[in-house]
């Protein structure tokens, strides 16, 4: 059904932007571990990137809520 096949493309978003978060917060630790970046620096970059993934996982949702409708209507 293709409401089964909108929930999974959104899971996989999701996933995906787990994953690019995870990746980026293992750059920043790696930078802090070299001393390129201060721990408050770390910190901040790694809200920032929770604020970020949060935001785009919302917008994933909406999208993925607002194509079910449409489907569901037609």
Same mark, same amino acid.
């Given at each position: 059904?293709?409401?089964?096949?909108?929930?999974?493309?959104?899971?996989?978003?999701?996933?995906?932007?787990?994953?690019?978060?995870?990746?980026?917060?293992?750059?920043?630790?790696?930078?802090?571990? +070299?001393?390129? %970046?201060?721990?408050? !620096?770390?910190?901040? #970059?790694?809200? $920032?990137?929770?604020?970020? *993934? +949060?935001?785009? %996982?919302?917008?994933? !949702?909406?999208?993925? #809520?607002?194509? $079910?409708?449409?489907?569901? *209507?037609?």
């Amino acid at each position: 059904d293709l409401c089964k096949q909108v929930r999974m493309q959104v899971e996989e978003g999701k996933v995906a932007l787990r994953a690019i978060r995870r990746d980026a917060n293992e750059q920043i630790k790696k930078m802090k571990k +070299d001393s390129v %970046i201060t721990e408050d !620096d770390l910190k901040q #970059a790694e809200t $920032e990137m929770q604020k970020v *993934t +949060d935001a785009h %996982i919302k917008t994933l !949702d909406k999208v993925g #809520a607002d194509k $079910e409708k449409e489907i569901m *209507t037609v």
